[in-house]
């Protein structure tokens, strides 16, 4: 029931060839679909083939690698350590201080490298707003996916002001190269703390009007609830980490569980789902672990600023040269969207042996077949959606 | 003579022609103006000075310029003919509208029960553009697209005859009369919607199927952007898909203005005798569906879309069961009152 | 039944609040700038351009090693002894002529690594992020100041230097060697330009003196004249660069805020430089006779020729000399090579005719 494509084949009527095909093995019933690279909301390059029966999808398929960019190569041809630092920002370009975090912690851990307290401050703040920031653009998308358009730019007018206060801080707005090994590239601008404290509150309210104005909206909840409903055992089995794993109700959360930085400090919760409005583990679960992340990152960020030190050279533990030791390790933490892994090998020379970085989005795209099987088409848009996957990150 | 009257046909019908492309070129300003305000932006600011009034026509020129591409294997002639069904149905259903007072296209003693069978073809041109497309989105979003509109007929028919059996005829031009002038208590005006309770519910029943049957959010399966790339106008480029734009802005107006007849007393204006007359019975008209449009863009910007299978279920289980009651219980209280 | 009211209810509800929501954002100023006529003052901080302050520029190349992508190309030439290149802003003595400083602002990442280890803080970035371009060549941003005959003259005097160092005693004779070079240089120009081997050193040997004199300062249109070898440069430096680089109506890059001499802000044309450079390599033993003036050999001649008149800092537009020297029509390629070379060549633009008027 095909018809052949090559055109220059073709002739040019209408009348045209239809091919014998072999249909042992095949059921007729259905249709294979690509679904990207080229598609509005594949949230990048990702090519799902998606077998369907009718709208009811039977199988998909993810074929990633349009994205990728070697980073793991390029950070072992790098001359040392702090040029790798640019190439992590743009393996997750939407939440690149997370990322430039994760590594710069492995950094210092392999290279034996304290940090200065008030420079862990200023880190776990623009982390925390960093998160703020890559929530309110999973959201955002996540609205859009289902066709709510509004919410999109209300966040992004949020998110906009944060990268306002990142390029006041750092000189760039989406990829930062902001943290040095050993300190901060320079020091935060003079506003930054008051600017920071007047984000946070009147933040806070846009929250509210967000749970309004999507959250809780009967359709949003009719198009999320009871959908690609995530087990806690599936999700763990397939290492699902960050809100994908939080939205199935397993409290888990690097910050808390293997503290980081200066995580332990600071008193916040791990929102996890609870199936309030369909099903433990379905796409509004993972929707509004991310809403309720928002809040407690805010939390974070007030505590951090009223313990944050004002004096302190934020460059002074930052070596000229960075002289690696030879040795290993892997070290994670929680990025926005699951947990961050850099696993370096260093011997000699100044830069990484190898550089391997284990990808939050990476691995929870693999549970996107297993969940999204039997649903219909439009929601297979809701549950990657609900996945939020950076296509840089997927594919490196 | 024959030549007179020939020349006066053609001026009746050129009328709403040029109502609706006007309307069309600001109705697509006017909504991505609406779209810009809502979400704290402006809009198109730079085209023509003024809020970027003539954007519309600057999109127009360059969308005649565009190449016309039609896909390899497409079936040609359904591909081609497709948006002109399209709009050829859209334009033909305002031949029963009345205008104003003393101007209706055709006043057909069947006007409404002729308008919802034009209206139907427009259907019939999704699924062709869809299927002569040869694309899998373009199928998808036909077929849904037909599904949607034929489900929703069924509830946008019987809230209608729900208006006919209190207005008493076909006719749109005697169904707007007799909505003119104050109700018994002198200040109301004497449109239909507030005869009768019943006829209430009948306008949200007859305002959700028009939603749908246009194709807007949150029922704009056929088209949506984020799952079917763009449903059945995939394969459509220039003024194809132009055309099909404007029967899709066409469409919205004919189901607000027709809206605004049954409902809103159609061009009377709503304070009695003052400002009525025949030019500004086609202002209060034009504007009371235009307010009708507003409103649906409004809800266009606020609201995600619908699952195919809940639009179904919308439909089949929840509208046109509540249309067969209200209907009932209207012409029950037809009979009472 | 009481439950399908109550969703009834809830799902109207909900929609009216988000409809409430929307319709207080219809009414709220709009938060976006209309930006070509309004925008916002970048702070002080963003990263948006590299630019270089060459003054201040010792050639140290710890830029060029900070870089991850290796956007920065730096040449330079150690300065003869007799030559004072001044000092930067902070009072450090330079001791190079950075005769090439390419930013690539196309592969560009804009990390600020190389900002950071500048011992003079020369490289910064600048808050300038309108400098969009059709061809992608036009982002290389060339920042040194020297004119291509300066560069040539400060490279031979160098390796002169170092020459002259190595081998003080020796004194040759170089009537066969420039006379290769010449054929040498002349049969590699020869596909270049299909003139530039008809006209052999013959032709341009007699008629290529008088010319210098009153050309004298205007060297690059001296030397075509003058020998074939050398005319081969300003011809072949069109054709080295790719068609694609030099767009004929392409103004000299502009890079804002740089009060350098005016060459300097001309983009350069990569090939353009490296032919000349190449020359002078090729023909060691020119160098060696700076005072083998005498028109003995084409080649020899030219180079000694050239080094006087280039102190001044001619840098009249090589095409506009053959116009004015009859001689140059001559040559049968010279003409429309110096010609194409007025678009294309660097020294070429606006910004050479400057210093030629102050002469």
Same mark, same amino acid.
């Given at each position: 029931?095909?018809?052949?494509?090559?055109?220059?084949?073709?002739?040019?009527?209408?009348?045209?060839?239809?091919?014998?095909?072999?249909?042992?093995?095949?059921?007729?019933?259905?249709?294979?679909?690509?679904?990207?690279?080229?598609?509005?909301?594949?949230?990048?390059?990702?090519?799902?083939?998606?077998?369907?029966?009718?709208?009811?999808?039977?199988?998909?398929?993810?074929?990633?690698?349009?994205?990728?960019?070697?980073?793991?190569?390029?950070?072992?041809?790098?001359?040392?350590?702090?040029?790798?630092?640019?190439?992590?920002? %743009?393996?997750?370009?939407?939440?690149?201080?997370?990322?430039?975090?994760?590594?710069?912690?492995?950094?210092?851990?392999?290279?034996?490298?304290?940090?200065?307290?008030?420079?862990?401050?200023?880190?776990?703040?623009?982390?925390?707003?960093?998160?703020?920031?890559?929530?309110?653009?999973?959201?955002?998308?996540?609205?859009?996916?289902?066709?709510?358009?509004?919410?999109?730019?209300?966040?992004?007018?949020?998110?906009?002001?944060?990268?306002?206060?990142?390029?006041?801080?750092?000189?760039?707005?989406?990829?930062?190269?902001?943290?040095?090994?050993?300190?901060?590239?320079?020091?935060?601008?003079?506003?930054?703390?008051? @600017?920071?404290?007047?984000?946070?509150?009147?933040?806070?309210?846009?929250?509210?009007?967000?749970?309004?104005?999507?959250?809780?909206?009967?359709?949003?909840?009719?198009?999320?609830?009871?959908?690609?409903?995530?087990?806690?055992?599936?999700?763990?089995?397939?290492?699902?980490?960050?809100?994908?794993?939080?939205?199935?109700?397993?409290?888990?959360?690097?910050?808390?569980?293997?503290?980081?930085?200066?995580?332990?400090?600071?008193?916040?919760?791990?929102?996890?789902?609870?199936?309030?409005?369909?099903?433990?583990?379905?796409?509004?679960?993972?929707?509004?672990?991310?809403?309720?992340?928002?809040?407690?990152?805010?939390?974070?960020?007030?505590?951090?600023?009223?313990?944050? *030190?004002?004096?302190?050279?934020?460059?002074?533990?930052?070596?000229?040269?960075?002289?690696?030791?030879?040795?290993?390790?892997?070290?994670?933490?929680?990025?926005?969207?699951?947990?961050?892994?850099?696993?370096?090998?260093?011997?000699?020379?100044?830069?990484?042996?190898?550089?391997?970085?284990?990808?939050?989005?990476?691995?929870?795209?693999?549970?996107?077949?297993?969940?999204?099987?039997?649903?219909?088409?439009?929601?297979?848009?809701?549950?990657?959606?609900?996945?939020?996957?950076?296509?840089?990150?997927?594919?490196? | 003579?024959?030549?007179?009257?020939?020349?006066?046909?053609?001026?009746?019908?050129?009328?709403?022609?040029?109502?609706?492309?006007?309307?069309?070129?600001?109705?697509?300003?006017?909504?991505?103006?609406?779209?810009?305000?809502?979400?704290?932006?402006?809009?198109?600011?730079?085209?023509?000075?003024?809020?970027?009034?003539?954007?519309?026509?600057?999109?127009?020129?360059?969308?005649?310029?565009?190449?016309?591409?039609?896909?390899?294997?497409?079936?040609?002639?359904?591909?081609?003919?497709?948006?002109?069904?399209?709009?050829?149905?859209?334009?033909?259903?305002?031949?029963?509208?009345?205008?104003?007072?003393?101007?209706?296209?055709?006043?057909?003693?069947?006007?409404?029960?002729?308008?919802?069978?034009?209206?139907?073809?427009?259907?019939?041109?999704?699924?062709?553009?869809?299927?002569?497309?040869?694309?899998?989105?373009?199928?998808?979003?036909?077929?849904?697209?037909?599904?949607?509109?034929?489900?929703?007929?069924?509830?946008?028919?019987?809230?209608?005859?729900?208006?006919?059996?209190?207005?008493?005829?076909?006719?749109?031009?005697?169904?707007?009369?007799?909505?003119?002038?104050?109700?018994?208590?002198?200040?109301?005006?004497?449109?239909?919607?507030?005869?009768?309770?019943?006829?209430?519910?009948?306008?949200?029943?007859?305002?959700?199927?028009?939603?749908?049957?246009?194709? %807007?959010?949150?029922?704009?399966?056929?088209?949506?952007?984020?799952?079917?790339?763009?449903?059945?106008?995939?394969?459509?480029?220039?003024?194809?898909?132009?055309?099909?734009?404007?029967?899709?802005?066409?469409?919205?107006?004919?189901?607000?203005?027709?809206?605004?007849?049954?409902?809103?007393?159609?061009?009377?204006?709503?304070?009695?005798?003052?400002?009525?007359?025949?030019?500004?019975?086609?202002?209060?008209?034009?504007?009371?569906?235009?307010?009708?449009?507003?409103?649906?863009?409004?809800?266009?910007?606020?609201?995600?879309?619908? %699952?195919?299978?809940?639009?179904?279920?919308?439909?089949?289980?929840?509208?046109?069961?509540?249309?067969?009651?209200?209907?009932?219980?209207?012409?029950?209280? @037809?009979?009472?009152? | 039944?009481?439950?399908?009211?109550?969703?009834?209810?809830?799902?109207?509800?909900?929609?009216?609040?988000?409809?409430?929501?929307?319709?207080?954002?219809?009414?709220?100023?709009?938060?976006?700038?209309?930006?070509?006529?309004?925008?916002?003052?970048?702070?002080?901080?963003?990263?948006?351009?590299?630019?270089?302050?060459?003054?201040?520029?010792?050639?140290?190349?710890?830029?060029? %090693?900070?870089?991850?992508?290796?956007?920065?190309?730096?040449?330079?030439?150690?300065?003869?002894?007799?030559?004072?290149?001044?000092?930067?802003?902070?009072?450090?003595?330079?001791?190079?002529?950075?005769?090439?400083?390419?930013?690539?602002?196309?592969?560009?990442?804009?990390?600020?690594?190389?900002?950071?280890?500048?011992?003079?803080?020369?490289?910064?970035?600048?808050?300038?992020?309108?400098?969009?371009?059709?061809?992608?060549?036009?982002?290389?941003?060339?920042?040194?100041?020297?004119?291509?005959?300066?560069?040539?003259?400060?490279?031979?005097?160098?390796?002169?230097?170092?020459?002259?160092?190595?081998?003080?005693?020796?004194?040759?004779?170089?009537?066969?060697?420039?006379?290769?070079?010449?054929?040498?240089?002349?049969?590699?120009?020869?596909?270049?330009?299909?003139?530039?081997?008809?006209?052999?050193?013959?032709?341009?040997?007699?008629?290529?003196?008088?010319?210098?004199? *009153?050309?004298?300062?205007?060297?690059?249109?001296?030397?075509?004249?003058?020998?074939?070898?050398?005319?081969?440069?300003?011809?072949?430096?069109?054709?080295?660069?790719?068609?694609?680089?030099?767009?004929?109506?392409?103004?000299?890059?502009?890079?804002?805020?740089?009060?350098?001499?005016?060459?300097?802000?001309?983009?350069?044309?990569?090939?353009?430089?490296?032919?000349?450079?190449?020359?002078?390599?090729?023909?060691?033993?020119?160098?060696?006779?700076?005072?083998?003036?005498?028109?003995?050999?084409?080649?020899?001649?030219?180079?000694?020729?050239?080094?006087?008149?280039?102190?001044?800092?001619?840098?009249?537009?090589?095409?506009?000399?053959?116009?004015?020297?009859?001689?140059?029509?001559?040559?049968?390629?010279?003409?429309?090579?110096?010609?194409?070379?007025?678009?294309?060549?660097?020294?070429?633009?606006?910004?050479?005719?400057?210093?030629?008027? @102050?002469?």
């Amino acid at each position: 029931m095909y018809r052949k494509h090559p055109t220059w084949e073709l002739p040019q009527k209408t009348d045209a060839v239809m091919i014998e095909i072999n249909t042992k093995g095949t059921d007729e019933r259905k249709m294979v679909i690509n679904m990207g690279p080229q598609h509005p909301s594949t949230h990048g390059v990702l090519r799902l083939a998606v077998t369907l029966d009718g709208e009811v999808v039977t199988d998909v398929e993810c074929h990633i690698g349009y994205l990728h960019r070697c980073f793991e190569k390029y950070a072992e041809k790098m001359d040392n350590f702090p040029a790798v630092i640019p190439y992590t920002d %743009r393996i997750d370009y939407v939440s690149a201080m997370n990322q430039e975090h994760g590594f710069v912690i492995a950094a210092e851990r392999l290279l034996e490298i304290e940090v200065p307290e008030r420079v862990e401050y200023i880190r776990v703040i623009v982390a925390e707003m960093q998160r703020i920031a890559s929530h309110l653009l999973a959201i955002g998308t996540f609205g859009l996916d289902l066709g709510a358009f509004s919410p999109f730019l209300y966040l992004f007018t949020e998110r906009e002001k944060i990268l306002d206060i990142f390029e006041r801080t750092s000189g760039a707005r989406l990829l930062y190269n902001y943290m040095a090994i050993g300190g901060l590239m320079r020091e935060p601008h003079p506003e930054f703390k008051s @600017e920071t404290a007047a984000f946070v509150k009147q933040f806070r309210p846009k929250i509210q009007e967000l749970q309004d104005l999507l959250s809780y909206n009967s359709i949003f909840v009719k198009r999320t609830a009871h959908i690609g409903v995530l087990p806690a055992k599936v999700a763990l089995n397939y290492a699902s980490s960050g809100p994908v794993l939080r939205g199935s109700g397993v409290k888990w959360d690097l910050r808390k569980d293997d503290p980081y930085s200066i995580y332990d400090r600071f008193e916040f919760d791990i929102p996890v789902g609870s199936g309030e409005m369909g099903t433990l583990g379905d796409c509004w679960d993972r929707y509004i672990v991310r809403v309720l992340e928002m809040e407690e990152s805010c939390k974070i960020i007030e505590q951090a600023l009223d313990a944050m *030190p004002d004096e302190g050279d934020v460059l002074q533990n930052v070596p000229k040269r960075v002289r690696t030791k030879p040795g290993e390790l892997y070290a994670r933490t929680e990025s926005p969207r699951g947990e961050l892994g850099y696993y370096l090998i260093a011997d000699k020379g100044n830069s990484p042996f190898r550089v391997k970085a284990r990808a939050p989005s990476f691995v929870n795209l693999s549970v996107l077949p297993v969940i999204s099987k039997g649903s219909l088409l439009s929601d297979l848009v809701a549950i990657l959606g609900s996945i939020d996957i950076v296509l840089g990150e997927v594919d490196r | 003579m024959i030549t007179e009257s020939i020349l006066l046909l053609l001026l009746f019908a050129l009328i709403p022609l040029i109502i609706i492309l006007i309307y069309a070129l600001f109705a697509i300003w006017g909504e991505r103006k609406v779209a810009g305000f809502i979400q704290d932006r402006l809009g198109p600011m730079r085209v023509g000075g003024w809020h970027g009034w003539a954007q519309s026509f600057a999109d127009l020129l360059k969308l005649i310029q565009k190449e016309d591409i039609i896909p390899a294997n497409a079936d040609r002639f359904l591909f081609r003919l497709a948006p002109f069904i399209m709009f050829a149905a859209s334009y033909a259903a305002f031949a029963v509208l009345p205008f104003s007072s003393s101007f209706i296209g055709s006043n057909l003693d069947i006007g409404v029960f002729f308008l919802l069978a034009i209206t139907s073809l427009l259907s019939i041109s999704v699924i062709m553009g869809g299927w002569a497309s040869n694309n899998k989105w373009s199928l998808f979003g036909a077929m849904r697209s037909a599904a949607q509109m034929v489900s929703y007929e069924v509830p946008t028919i019987m809230s209608v005859l729900s208006v006919i059996v209190v207005a008493g005829s076909l006719n749109l031009m005697t169904v707007t009369e007799m909505q003119s002038g104050n109700d018994t208590l002198g200040f109301l005006p004497n449109w239909l919607i507030l005869q009768n309770p019943f006829l209430i519910i009948a306008f949200v029943i007859f305002f959700i199927s028009i939603l749908a049957e246009a194709h %807007r959010v949150p029922f704009d399966l056929p088209e949506s952007e984020s799952e079917l790339v763009a449903g059945f106008q995939t394969e459509y480029s220039g003024m194809r898909w132009a055309m099909f734009m404007l029967a899709e802005y066409a469409d919205m107006l004919l189901l607000s203005l027709l809206g605004a007849v049954l409902f809103f007393g159609g061009w009377n204006s709503p304070f009695g005798d003052f400002m009525a007359g025949p030019a500004w019975g086609f202002f209060w008209f034009m504007l009371k569906g235009l307010l009708l449009v507003f409103v649906m863009m409004w809800i266009r910007w606020t609201l995600p879309r619908y %699952r195919v299978d809940q639009l179904m279920y919308l439909c089949w289980s929840i509208l046109i069961p509540l249309s067969f009651l209200n209907f009932v219980l209207i012409a029950l209280w @037809e009979m009472i009152f | 039944m009481r439950n399908i009211v109550k969703k009834g209810w809830s799902t109207f509800r909900t929609i009216f609040t988000g409809m409430g929501i929307t319709i207080r954002h219809f009414f709220s100023p709009a938060v976006t700038l209309q930006y070509p006529d309004e925008r916002e003052e970048l702070p002080k901080i963003a990263r948006s351009k590299l630019f270089v302050n060459i003054d201040d520029c010792i050639a140290c190349d710890q830029c060029v %090693r900070a870089c991850p992508v290796n956007c920065i190309e730096i040449d330079t030439v150690k300065a003869t002894a007799d030559v004072d290149l001044g000092r930067t802003s902070d009072g450090k003595q330079k001791r190079m002529w950075v005769t090439r400083f390419d930013i690539d602002m196309a592969k560009c990442m804009y990390c600020d690594l190389c900002t950071f280890p500048c011992p003079t803080e020369c490289i910064y970035m600048i808050q300038d992020y309108e400098y969009s371009e059709y061809d992608r060549n036009n982002l290389v941003y060339n920042f040194s100041n020297l004119s291509p005959e300066k560069i040539e003259e400060v490279t031979r005097k160098a390796e002169e230097d170092k020459l002259q160092k190595e081998q003080q005693a020796e004194t040759e004779t170089v009537t066969t060697k420039p006379g290769k070079t010449a054929k040498q240089t002349g049969s590699s120009s020869a596909k270049s330009i299909p003139g530039a081997k008809a006209t052999s050193g013959a032709k341009s040997i007699p008629g290529a003196k008088p010319k210098t004199v *009153p050309g004298a300062k205007s060297i690059p249109g001296a030397k075509p004249k003058t020998v074939p070898g050398a005319k081969t440069i300003p011809g072949a430096k069109p054709k080295t660069v790719p068609g694609a680089k030099s767009v004929p109506g392409s103004k000299p890059k502009t890079v804002p805020g740089a009060k350098t001499i005016p060459g300097s802000k001309l983009k350069t044309v990569p090939g353009a430089k490296s032919v000349p450079g190449a020359k002078t390599r090729t023909v060691p033993g020119a160098k060696t006779i700076p005072g083998a003036k005498p028109k003995t050999v084409p080649g020899a001649k030219t180079i000694p020729g050239a080094k006087p008149k280039a102190v001044p800092g001619a840098k009249t537009i090589p095409g506009s000399k053959p116009k004015t020297i009859p001689d140059a029509k001559q040559i049968p390629g010279a003409k429309a090579k110096t010609k194409s070379g007025v678009k294309k060549v660097p020294g070429g633009g606006k910004g050479s005719q400057k210093p030629n008027s @102050e002469e």
